[in-house]
């Protein structure tokens, strides 16, 4: 009868709230139930034992002084006070599950703009990931604009993997794409695709800026340098040195989401693309660490005006699939290997339009 009576009912209160932490609705309504029924029964149980009074088994109304002797004597037991004690508790759970739910519904919706925001990282600079996480419905419109698009593969990794064990080709493709991400983000570039060693990357995407062709220019020749000092380091340890050659176009492209729900792809189509595509692989024919096409580095002298004194010209190309030939221009850096007849791989046959 004592226990009934005095505050053990508000441990149950306290479990309660430790169940809520679970972020489980169902173990919350679980608990409740399971706390309302034993203690519902403790109640039934102590009501019907032959010592217990109570104001339900009176004989007759009592008046002040036995009502106030009925409820201090030791036996007493009051049904109002546990159908209160149940009736607090009930709501209590109630609320909480409420709480629970929506807490757990806020906390998904939190996991999925964090994953989406996480997946935006893995292509677009910080800058660019923040406004479309925002509004990221701005990279399922199908636009049609001007980009530049640059391509850059690693000159002779087919050879130098097949020297590897696939668990060192991982690693070096690893540390390799690593560099260029960093690279690329720094100058506000968007990492469209990896394709082994080939890297596509478009500056002006999702939405095209005055700067796009003299920030892509930066990105290529920082790529050179951090690639020619990587290489140094690789010699160091006892590595063969890597170099890669890297393809620049500028045009208009169409830009947006392709594919179905489970597998979406953020891609730029059209001619630029393949023009760039090819002109990287001229590298290798041209031994230029850097092919661009005259319309992106007119681009760029509109953009800052000085140009790029230190591309040469190497006259119109015609390239596979193109009817127009394409006015090109070379850079060489000093590490740049040699020219070699032209061997396209299975990635540097691939068209994009």
């Known amino acids: 009868h004592l226990n009934m009576r005095l505050g053990n009912f508000s441990y149950f209160f306290v479990y309660l709230a430790a169940t809520a932490l679970t972020y489980s609705p169902s173990k919350v309504t679980v608990a409740a139930v399971a706390v309302g029924v034993c203690w519902s029964l403790a109640a039934f149980t102590i009501w019907l034992l032959p010592d217990t009074l109570s104001m339900v088994a009176a004989p007759s109304p009592l008046d002040g002084p036995d009502l106030l002797a009925m409820i201090l004597h030791p036996r007493f ?109 720094a100058h506000g570039g968007s990492l469209e695709k990896f394709i082994g060693d080939a890297v596509k990357v478009t500056f002006g995407t999702p939405d095209p800026r005055p700067d796009d062709p003299v920030r892509a220019l930066a990105a290529a020749h920082a790529l050179i340098e951090i690639m020619a000092a990587w290489s140094v380091e690789r010699e160091a340890a006892g590595l063969p040195p890597l170099h890669v050659g890297i393809g620049i176009h500028a045009g208009e492209a169409a830009v947006g989401n392709i594919g179905d729900g489970r597998s979406l792809e953020y891609t730029v189509i059209g001619d630029t693309v393949n023009v760039a595509s090819r002109l990287e692989r001229l590298t290798r024919t041209k031994g230029a660490s850097i092919v661009v096409s005259k319309d992106f580095l007119d681009a760029v002298l509109a953009a800052n005006g000085l140009g790029d004194p230190r591309f040469e010209a190497a006259g119109d190309v015609s390239l596979r699939n193109r009817a127009e030939p394409v006015p090109i221009l070379c850079w060489r850096a000093a590490s740049a290997p040699a020219p070699r007849p032209d061997t396209p791989r299975a990635h540097e046959v691939e068209d994009y339009d």
């Not at 159908?83 to 409420?98: R, S």
């Not at 997946?119 to 530049?148: E, G, H, I, K």
């Open 77 to 185: 037991f009051s049904i109002m006070t546990v159908a209160g004690q149940l009736v607090l508790f009930g709501l209590t759970a109630w609320v909480l599950t409420i709480a629970v739910r929506r807490g757990r519904s806020l906390m998904v919706q939190r996991i999925a703009a964090e994953s989406d925001r996480a997946n935006l990282a893995r292509y677009f600079p910080p800058d660019v990931t923040a406004r479309l996480a925002r509004d990221p419905s701005a990279l399922d419109r199908v636009r049609r604009q001007r980009v530049v698009v640059v391509f850059m593969d690693l000159v002779g990794f087919t050879r130098l993997s097949e020297q590897l064990t696939p668990e060192a080709v991982l690693q070096l493709l690893r540390e390799y794409h690593s560099r260029v991400a960093e690279t690329v983000f």
